[in-house]
């Protein structure tokens, strides 16, 4: 690359000219990433403080929880001790509770969403977009406008009976679950990963015979697994952190996931604050896990998906 002090371009002023402009533009570019890096610093430092903040002060014994402060002045581990005894509810129950939770919940909403992807994505019939743009709108509500309806819904099919102990455990977790298994974000995402699909591929799988299901399950499934991998990191966040829905829903605290029952840590009579940011540090370790190793899935199926 020739620089402004080279002979050969000191002798043309066009040449210096471009060369200037060039080496002014380099700067400005240096000049704005660096700015662009130095907010970008201060944003995650802002977003990023109150985990540390909750970190620190989960291994604080002593102290004031509510100080702003960089390091903690003590270190120990019997706010966690204290978490796993718990209070009210066992913390191992909690963790049980979330794993079948984000279980059920995870499975059932996937397999619905690329079930409902596929006809609005790859079949024609009338009224496919009308119903696909219908579905949509319905995003602009918030989730608390369907409580009630939920609810009515619930209590309606019987879900919070008390019969039988495994029966009413197993029918508290679809209490819980049930309301989210229709995602109009997961619709969204794999019908625009479907449409990127040839529809050759599709034709040629019907010529020979296969069935729309058989189609489903041998080319769109593996074709759209990226968007799969995504929106099941998606779903899995959202029903570890449930935490409105089940404490509304469930009249048995020891069927409450982690992030609805970890005031249970509290006690009836007495706050352990201390105790409830140990927990909080462990709701967050699975989360950080599942983003850790699913992260380029997670990036791709989104880029995917949108390029659709």
């Given at each position: 690359m020739?620089e402004?002090?080279?002979?050969?371009?000191?002798?043309?002023?066009?040449a210096?000219?471009?060369?200037?402009?060039?080496?002014?533009?380099?700067?400005?570019?240096?000049?704005?990433?660096?700015?662009?890096?130095?907010?970008?610093?201060v944003?995650?430092?802002?977003?990023l403080?109150?985990?540390?903040?909750?970190?620190?002060?989960?291994?604080?014994?002593?102290g004031?929880i509510?100080e702003?402060?960089?390091l903690?002045q003590?270190?120990?581990?019997r706010?966690y001790?204290e978490?796993?005894?718990?209070?009210?509810?066992?913390?191992?129950?909690?963790?049980?509770?979330?794993?079948?939770?984000?279980?059920?919940g995870?499975?059932?909403?996937?397999?619905?969403?690329?079930l409902?992807?596929?006809?609005?994505?790859?079949?024609?019939?009338?009224?496919?977009?009308?119903i696909?743009?219908?579905?949509?709108?319905?995003?602009v509500?918030?989730?608390?406008?369907?409580?009630i309806?939920?609810?009515?819904?619930?209590?309606?099919?019987?879900?919070?009976?008390?019969?039988?102990p495994?029966?009413?455990?197993?029918?508290?977790y679809m209490?819980v679950?049930?309301p989210?298994?229709?995602?109009?974000?997961?619709?969204?995402?794999?019908?625009q990963?479907?449409?990127?699909?040839p529809?050759?591929?599709?034709?040629?799988?019907?010529?020979?015979?296969?069935?729309?299901?058989?189609?489903?399950?041998?080319i769109?499934?593996p074709?759209?697994?990226?968007?799969i991998?995504?929106?099941a990191?998606?779903?899995?966040?959202a029903?570890?952190?449930?935490?409105?829905w089940?404490?509304?829903?469930?009249?048995?605290?020891?069927?409450?996931?982690?992030?609805?029952?970890?005031?249970?840590?509290?006690?009836?009579?007495?706050?352990?604050?201390?105790a409830?940011?140990?927990?909080?540090?462990?709701?967050?370790?699975?989360?950080?896990?599942v983003?850790?190793?699913?992260?380029?899935?997670?990036?791709?199926g989104?880029?995917?998906?949108?390029?659709?």
């Amino acid at each position: 690359m020739l620089e402004a002090s080279h002979p050969a371009i000191q002798n043309d002023p066009h040449a210096l000219l471009a060369a200037q402009l060039k080496t002014k533009r380099k700067k400005r570019r240096r000049l704005t990433d660096l700015l662009a890096y130095a907010v970008l610093i201060v944003i995650a430092l802002i977003m990023l403080y109150p985990f540390y903040w909750t970190f620190i002060t989960s291994i604080e014994p002593t102290g004031n929880i509510y100080e702003a402060k960089i390091l903690p002045q003590s270190v120990g581990i019997r706010n966690y001790a204290e978490m796993w005894k718990g209070t009210t509810v066992p913390f191992w129950r909690l963790i049980l509770n979330s794993v079948i939770i984000c279980t059920l919940g995870v499975s059932l909403t996937v397999t619905l969403a690329t079930l409902a992807a596929y006809p609005l994505a790859k079949m024609r019939f009338p009224g496919r977009d009308l119903i696909f743009y219908a579905i949509l709108a319905l995003m602009v509500l918030p989730n608390e406008s369907g409580l009630i309806v939920n609810y009515i819904t619930t209590i309606k099919l019987g879900l919070l009976q008390q019969t039988n102990p495994i029966l009413d455990a197993i029918r508290q977790y679809m209490a819980v679950v049930l309301p989210g298994l229709a995602s109009i974000v997961g619709l969204f995402l794999l019908r625009q990963a479907y449409l990127t699909i040839p529809l050759e591929l599709i034709e040629a799988a019907r010529i020979d015979g296969g069935s729309e299901l058989t189609i489903w399950r041998r080319i769109m499934l593996p074709l759209a697994a990226p968007t799969i991998a995504a929106f099941a990191i998606l779903e899995f966040v959202a029903y570890w952190n449930s935490f409105l829905w089940a404490r509304i829903m469930l009249p048995d605290k020891n069927m409450l996931p982690l992030s609805a029952g970890l005031l249970e840590l509290s006690g009836t009579f007495s706050t352990n604050s201390r105790a409830v940011m140990a927990g909080a540090v462990i709701t967050i370790i699975p989360i950080l896990i599942v983003f850790a190793f699913g992260q380029k899935y997670f990036m791709k199926g989104l880029e995917g998906a949108v390029k659709g």
